[in-house]
């Protein structure tokens, strides 16, 4: 296959500037420009949800209806999906729009439970995918399916989504950004696939402890696994990180492919960022300190010259770590430091997080919510970024860290060890902290080594400079997913 002409669909169920909750959106947005910025001819496609109709204003970019309506079954109930599109970037999005499915508040879920129709929801976005691509009567090469909310789509492909079958000769690529979602279902939903019979038996690639497991069928079904990072590649093949599918990676013909995510390095840039008080570079850092007074004014802390800033964006999930910072967080906050943090998730996470608020008014203040600018000037005016994570398929935040110089302080685990050097293994070559275990005592002696190298500030200077002349562009990566596109 030329790469040059290969004509990829990329199918996601969120991505930047439309809809997000997280990681996934930065690779939906990103990577699909960078690919088309190489020459390849790659499309998008992702649900109309309520965000995506009322972000166009401020993510600047504007949907208009396409001719295609189209019938999808699932089971017995035809139900009409109406296609728009974008185009935004020189990359075009396709939106599978139905207003009961996906006109509402959130993508996935409230803040104390998933909706109880995400499979319906998302079968029935797989299916008008492959209706689409039917209906367009233009073939791709390369189906790209990321996530659970894509794991069915090779079967979709062969079967049809009447379970009639269907010629294509697409090939296709399963990419997983975190295991722990594999959109599992209680087994008398199968018939809502339409595919042929009525019993899990029949398809041992769908089942998954008596339930079924979209993600398990992508992995199986699709023609090559790929993943966010070459350590979480090796990582999910043990019972440890593989979440009961470790067995099925193991067994794939050929291992998972691990390929770390880059930078969006325009959005994310100190020296033009439009969210930012002052901007700066890495030859001229003194920006920064102005970012870090008016953060910590912003969150209602007084500036003291002489406390290092920690900070912290993220889902709040037991992913994160979370519960190693609580369990830290006493000795923490006696170094001294001052510690802004910004999050939403679970609700015990947020109260939990808002106590701290009580408990040290001085030094610590946070921000529950999901806000994309205040995110960035935290990035910009933060010393130290705490991502412990337990687990952490590639990670972004350590990525804009290290381009804002902002130290990234991570777990040894998935993509933060591809990504962050210790500085304590090779001090000159290092640009953060590495724990070395998972445990609140490896977090605090890091948060300890990063209080006293912010008082060396010639040494804090160097390292910082070194971790914001790091690449981490796309462009390094986007090349490997076009070999890997080759490859299928
Ligand atoms: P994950 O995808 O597991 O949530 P990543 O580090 O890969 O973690 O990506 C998280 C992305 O979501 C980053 O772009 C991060 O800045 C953003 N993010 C997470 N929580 C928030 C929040 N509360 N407000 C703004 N941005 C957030």
């Known amino acids: 296959m030329d790469s040059h002409n290969s004509r990829v669909l990329f199918v996601s169920s969120e991505s930047r500037p439309f809809a997000s909750t997280g990681g996934l959106s930065d690779v939906a947005d990103a990577l699909p420009v960078e690919l088309n910025r190489k020459g390849l001819r790659v499309e998008r496609i992702m649900p109309l949800f309520r965000a995506v109709v009322d972000g166009q204003k401020k993510g600047g970019y ?10 999808i079954p699932l089971g017995m109930e035809l139900i009409p999906a109406d296609i728009y599109a974008c185009e935004h970037q020189n990359t075009l999005t396709y939106f ?28 029935f976005f797989q299916k008008a995918v492959v209706a689409l691509i039917d209906g367009l009567g233009r073939p791709y090469d390369v189906v790209h399916c990321n996530d659970w909310q894509c794991g069915l789509i090779p079967a979709l492909l062969e079967k049809g989504i009447n379970g009639t079958g269907r010629d294509g000769q697409e090939k296709t690529l399963m990419t997983i950004h975190n295991l722990a979602y594999q959109g599992v279902a209680e087994a008398t939903k199968l018939f809502l696939t339409n595919l042929p019979g009525n019993t899990l038996d029949q398809y041992p690639e769908l089942e998954f402890y008596g339930k079924l ?39 794939l013909d050929t291992p998972v492919k691990g390929i770390v995510n880059g930078v969006n390095v325009e959005q994310w840039n100190p020296e033009t960022d439009p969210a930012l008080p002052a901007n700066y570079t890495a030859k001229a850092l003194s920006g920064k300190e102005q970012c870090k007074q008016a953060l910590l004014k912003e969150f209602g802390l007084s500036y003291h010259k002489e406390l290092p800033l920690f900070v912290l964006i993220s889902r709040l999930v037991s992913q994160k770590g979370v519960d190693l910072i609580s369990q830290a967080m006493e000795n923490m906050m006696q170094l001294p430091l001052q510690f802004v943090l910004l999050g939403s998730g679970q609700e015990e996470y947020q109260n939990m997080v808002l106590s701290w608020q009580e408990r040290w008014p001085e030094n610590f203040s946070c921000f529950i919510g999901y806000d994309a600018d205040l995110s960035h000037r935290i990035e910009a005016g933060g010393d130290f970024f705490l991502m412990p994570s337990v687990f952490e398929p590639c990670g972004l935040n350590q990525l804009y860290s290290l381009r804002y110089g902002t130290l990234p302080i991570v777990n040894r685990v998935g993509g933060l060890v591809d990504t962050v050097q210790d500085l304590r293994l090779d001090a000159s070559h290092g640009t953060g902290f ?11 002696e890091c948060v300890r080594e990063a209080t006293s190298l912010f008082h060396d500030k010639k ?19 986007a090349g490997e997913y076009i070999e890997l596109y080759n490859s299928l």
């Open 62 to 71: 504007s949907i208009h209806r396409t001719p295609h309506t189209l019938v």
């Open 434 to 444: 590495v724990m070395s275990a998972t445990s609140p005592e490896s977090l605090l």
């Open 213 to 251: 497991n979209q993600l398990k069928a992508g992995l199986v079904g699709a023609d090559r696994v790929s993943t966010v990072s070459p350590t979480y590649a090796r990582e999910i093949e043990t019972e440890s990180f593989g979440c009961g599918l470790e067995g099925v990676l193991k067994g």
């Open 96 to 123: 599978v729009g139905n207003e009961e499915f996906f006109d509402r508040k959130e993508l996935y879920a409230l803040p104390h439970r998933e909706y109880r129709d995400n499979f319906e929801r998302f079968l």
């Open 459 to 477: 040494r804090l200077r160097t390292v910082r400079q070194r971790g914001m002349n790091q690449d981490v562009s796309w462009a390094n990566c």
